[in-house]
């Protein structure tokens, strides 16, 4: 994206609404500010609302008080995100646990976000479910996730993502590529899980596609930018509770 496009003030290398803040972008910041300039250029928002939402969500950060509680079923993970977590200020319970059966109580969060994690790793009804049980009314699941393109266009001789579909779309829910060796992973055709969803009382808001950046780079080898900046390899759900 060149920069001329972007809304006066949002640039990319450093946050905009808090210019106090100009260290090094940890991956999931430089993430958000990409997604944000991407609504503002398709004009889905403007830059006065991401202004007001990021007041919100800094109203809400941890270090205002905001109690964030992290889950995954890796201890070895946590161990990592306990040793993070000691060099801030914040503070955050760790759960060693499988999204598929949460031990949080019903209602009790206003966010459940995942990036790359469980929701791409439990079978959808049993992860939304469990989402959407411990969110109130009116809370927001977000998440991360690779789409169906890259495993219906997958080279299993080259092992790289190809320009051609070579697997069906329809009936998609689990891939065991590594044959029991590797990770399991789930994806569904986009119907699915919007119904997946609803049966759980969630609605859409967004589906954000990514678009990889011109002259990307990546230090993952099962993607690949170019083919990135073509087909969506990403996306980002983003529902929210409505009873
Ligand atoms: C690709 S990593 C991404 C994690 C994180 N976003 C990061 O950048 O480090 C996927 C994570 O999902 C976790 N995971 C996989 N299946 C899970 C499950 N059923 N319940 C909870 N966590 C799970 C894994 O242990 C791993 O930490």
Redesign the pocket.
Known sequence: MSEHHHDEGVVPHRHPLRPDQDDTLT?WRAMEIAVRELLIEKQITTADEVRAEVETMDSRSPSDGARVVA????RG?LL?ARALLDTTEVDAPLVC????SVPLATGSFDLVM?????M???DPDR?VAEAARVLRAGGRLVFSHTTPWPYLAWNFEKERVGRRLRRSYFGIRRFDDGAGQG?VDFQLPYGEWIRCFRRHGLAVDDLVELQAPEHATTTYDDFDPRWARRWPAEQIWVTRKEW
């Open positions: 991956y889950l995954d079923q890796s993970q990592h646990a499988s999204a598929e995942c990036d790359h994690g469980a791409s790793f439990c992860s990770t």
